[in-house]
Nanobody, 115 residues
Framework: QVQVVESGGGLVQPGGALRLSCVVS????????MGWYRQAPGKQRDMVAR???????TYADSVKGRFAISRDNAKNTVHLQMNSLKPDDTAVYYC?????????WGQGTQVTVSS
């Protein structure tokens, strides 16, 4: 059993910042890839950023230079620092981890960027 829990979402003004956190617990303690996805109303769920066990990161073009993903393997956590937020960043943000066999998803945290 694996539990994935996100936190840190909220309402922020354009240009502001938020830091999302994801804590993974349960019977599996090693994940090859940890990442963040988002889904806006009426749109598909897209990858925002992901980080491999060795630290290699991948970002969606729309967030490059503004978002930064990091992970702490000892604590089984992954963070997403979001800066210079735009209204287009409004979405539910989901944490996803993969242990090389299957994906595990969190329930999501709402991020709203609005003045």
């Amino acid at each position: 059993q694996v539990q994935v829990v996100e936190s840190g979402g909220g309402l922020v003004q354009p240009g502001g910042a938020l830091r999302l956190s994801c804590v993974v617990s349960g019977s599996i303690l090693r994940f090859n890839v940890m990442g963040w996805y988002r889904q806006a109303p009426g749109k598909q769920r897209d990858m925002v950023a992901r980080i491999r066990d060795g630290g290699i990161t991948t970002y969606a073009d729309s967030v490059k230079g503004r978002f930064a993903i990091s992970r702490d393997n000892a604590k089984n956590t992954v963070h997403l620092q979001m800066n210079s937020l735009k209204p287009d960043d409004t979405a539910v943000y989901y944490c996803k981890v993969n242990n090389g066999i299957r994906d595990y998803w969190g329930q999501g945290t709402q991020v709203t960027v609005s003045s």
